[in-house]
């Protein structure tokens, strides 16, 4: 599991909407905007926002057999972090 802090309501908003615009991952969120999953690459991860905290998680529930855990992760916290940053 990966937590980020500090993550506000518009770098939230600005992290889904690249999210849905990039071609390569299909988002399913909740009606709330708060939690879903994320897939892409053979890769699902499961994501909760808390806009009361500013805290997001995210936690890996499915990838290939052949490809480790924290690479995965690891690809996944340096892209988060750069878009977080961005904004």
């Known amino acids: 599991m990966i937590t980020f802090s500090n993550v506000t309501p518009a770098k939230f908003a600005a992290l889904q909407k690249q999210l849905a615009d990039s071609h390569d991952a299909t ?3 909740d009606p709330s905007g708060t939690t879903g999953t994320v897939t892409g690459h053979d890769v699902t991860v499961s994501i909760a926002y808390s806009g009361s905290t500013s805290v997001l998680t995210v936690m890996v529930t499915k990838h290939p057999f052949w490809y ?3 690479a995965i992760e690891e690809g996944i916290s340096t892209s988060i972090n750069k878009a977080l ?3």
């Open 68 to 70: 480790p855990l924290n």
């Open 27 to 29: 988002m399913n969120i």
């Open 85 to 87: 940053e961005a904004e």
